[in-house]
Every structure is written in structure tokens, then in C-alpha cells.
């Protein structure tokens, strides 16, 4: 970004002097009532690339009640979609069954069709559920990421709950098939799930992911480390490191081999025990050399992608949901863990910072080459750098509670934020985007009134101050003038916050847009930074959320 000198009045000093009354007689009594901090802006340079794909969501349809997730996403703006979860383990893509393991009474049944409203006249068509949640996202301009099964089997009826003694194999789930064999245009056998068949009728439908229409990606299912817990019908016994990288790197194959463009992710562990050593696995202490199981998992795709000459695995994939010993964080509304929710996200980023839950225990103290540390986004990087150079981050769960109260809609915005200065390539929220929590993904996605979103490279900055104040700076890739600068205000009083740029000399104030407690959805906002000091400055409400547009 490069500085700007006008003559003559600007549109920013008008509006601050039209203002000045009003701002001028209540700064003293504002500044008094809360902190005082100041952001630093190095906007000189190009900044660092910030993927598109990070503000993104997962198709959950009405599991949350209310508004169907699709719905919500559009209204969102989110960029990229993801069909996962605990069900697509054991999603028959011939008629669309799933068995919903410990979530509920370990049945077979349409769970995932009624979630997404699919008629039942449609329900028997082969890939019915793919094809809806992909031609949702279409229709958003969204991209896809489809898990496909690993596990074993599949459900083969809609027909209720599993006893144990039907656990597979049984005539309750039919067997998946990785190898190749049906084209696209054969008959569908209901006897088997062949998944390579799925994937050439996919690419068929929608041609390859390097056009429009494509699907973008394969996520190489969900959580493995917890199948024996969760799919206790479909999988009997803790799964070993050494069994799951041999179905991983078959399935990877087949994936590349029906679409040479589409993207693999993986092993889209569950959280800290699972990415250290695959949830204590029976042969951890085979792998244990590694440094972790992600380790060993980037090895071993690192040497087979050597080997066939192509790159096998395209995206590190994991889960991270933050947690607390005040209580479950999880889509939480609660008051009082309103704090806990807004302090979260530094474990992303923050080195020596070190939540209150058992997560600390569980991963090394700032990690190493292959260790996964604490912050984490960086331990992730190190690890992928150093095992297999290359491959991107993508974080496909997390949640940082309910939408129902402002602190969440807060700690959401500042993920966000994380995701897009660390150089994340795939982000998809867990949890319908309703209330605050679309609001932190408006306060990204919405077009102010220059008609520009938050940017696509980010700057650094620096906040001086508490931690109670976050901010994030982007411009444009395009070479659009102008720079995007998010502000959050954790705390429980006005803050009030000195902007300082490094290269812009007194820049305009385009446009203000945000959400708070009294403006209950991200809106435009007649609030103006005034000119102090040499610099800026901005007065912002408690727990509150604003995007500046600067020329």
C-alpha cells in the first residue's frame, strides 16, 4: 500500500469536523469508562496471500433447528461447503442411508436426507444427498468438499437401530469398495458401496474440479481416531495407524485417478490426543519415532506420492473446538463462560498463551518439527513444512459457541481473522451460521459502501495493549486501492483505540460497518475515526465488532 497526499478538504476530515461536536464533548468521559490501546498497521508491501476458502461452513441442513444451514450460508456469504461429519462415515451413496452410531440408538435411516429436505420420492436415487449439497453450493457460488467412507462399511437400510450382534459384517451394512472397476455408466449394484463408481459418476455429472461445475475436494472421512467409539457397529476394535494409512493412501489414489485436480484432505482428526498419536492407537509406539501421528500420516503420503509421481495428499486437515474446565464450550450460551469463549482463539496463534483445559496437557509446550504445540496453526505449519513441504492447512470443524449471544459472534470474527493472517486454506464452521454467529462472517463477506469486502492479502500489525482488543488489516490482490482494517473489542467497556499507519499519511475513512449489542446484525454505521495525535483514532462500544474502509 502506498500513502496518499490530497489538497483541499477530504471526504474523512468533513464528516470529522461535522462530527466533532458531538465526539469531542463525550471523548474524555468515553475514553475514562474503558482502555486505551493502540494498533500499529504495517499496510507498505504487498502482504501475504489470504485464501477465499476460509469462510466457510458445513451442510448441516435443520439439525440445529430453524433455517435450513444452506440458507444461512447464502445469507452469510460463505465461499466454501463441506458435506461431513460423524454420518458420512457410514453414507451409502447407492441409497443414501447412513447409520448414525452413538448420536443416536446406532440406526440405519434417511438422517441425512430429512436434514437436508430431500423428498422422498428422491431418497433411492444413487448419490441423491452429493448431489444436493453440491448443487446448493453451486447455486451460492461455493465451493465443495465431500467426505468419502473409510471405515469399512456402510449402512444398507433405513431400517433402524443396529443390535450388537448385527454389528458388521452383517446384511444390516453393505462392504465399500476402493478398488477400480464400474465406469460411470454401469449399473449401480446395491451390494457393495464402489466408491471409485461414485467418484466417475460425479466427474461425469459435474466435470473435473479444475472447471465450474466440479467438486473442489474429497475429505478422507471424518475422525478416524474416534471410530470405535462413535461407529461401534461398523468398526469393533480401536483402528490401527497402520491400517488406516494403507485405506488412506488407496482411496487417494482413486481419487486422483477419477479427478487428476481434485484436491485430497486428510486425516481430519478430531482434536489434540488424535493429531499426537491417533487416540493412543494399538500400534502408536510403532509410529511414535515420528514425533506424532500427523507426522507419520504427512510421511507416509510424502513417500507414496514420490512414488507415483503425484501429490496424494493436497490439504492437512483437522478439527479444533476450544475447551475449558469453567464448562463446555461447545455452542454455548452461557453468560458466564462468555469470557472462556472470547479468550479461545488465542490458542490459535499466541505463543506462551495457554488456555485453562486438559489441551494443554495433552500437546508439547510449543512443539516441535513434528510435535503438535501449542498455538497451534504454526505447530501445524512446522510439522507440514517439515514432513512433507507443500501441503496446505485446512481446519474443516470448529465452533466457538452459540448464536445466540454476542461473545461468540465476537470470538467467531477473531477465528476468522487467525485463520486468514495464518495462511489457512480451507475453514469450515461447525453449526448453522444463525444470529451473531453469521454476523462475524458478514463483518468479512458483507460489500461496504466502496462495494469491496475484507481483503485478500493480509498485513501485519501490532496491538498494543490487552489482549482484549484484536485487529486484522488486508488490501487487494487486484490492485484496488484502499485498505480493510477489522477491529474487535472484547472487553466490557468502551475501548478506545489510536490507529497508526506505516505507510498511509492521514488516509480517508470510506466506510464503517459492524455489530455490537445495540446493532444486532453487521450494518452500516455512521460511526467516523477522528484525526489525533498524528494519527487516527476510534471509540468502540463494548463487545463490539467494526470494519473500517480506508482509501
Known sequence: MSARRRAGPTRRSVLAGSLAAGFIGALPARAQSGGRWMVRIADGGTGTPISPLIYGSNEIGTMDGGAPSAELDRAAGVTARRLGGNLMTTYNWVNNAANSGKDYHQANGPFLLDALGIDRPQWGKPARLIETMHETSLAMGAKSLVTVPLAGYVAADFDGPVPPEASAPSPRFVPTRWDPGAKAGDPVVPAVADIPQLLARLV????????????????LDNEPGLWAETHPRVVTAKPTIRAFLERSLAAARAIKRADPAARVFGPVSWGASEMVSFQDAPDWNDYRQYGSFLAAYLDAFRTASEQDGIRLLDALDVHWYPYSNRGDLFRSEDPALAAALLQAPRSLTEAGFREDSWVVRALADGGGDREVGLPLLPSLRRIADHVFPGTDLAVTEFNYGGAGQIASGLALADVLGRFGQQGVSFATHWGSLDGTLGDAYRLFRTTDATGRRFGDR????????????VAYASTFETGQPGLQLIVINKSEAMATVDLRFEAREDPDCLSVLGFDAANPGTTALTEIPIHVDGGLQVLLPARSARRYSFA
Open 458 to 469: 493480509s498485513h501485519g500489525l501490532t496491538v498494543e495493549g490487552t489482549p482484549d482488543v
Open 204 to 219: 461425469a455429472r459435474y466435470g473435473g474440479a479444475d472447471g465450474e461445475r466440479g467438486i473442489h475436494a474429497y475429505a
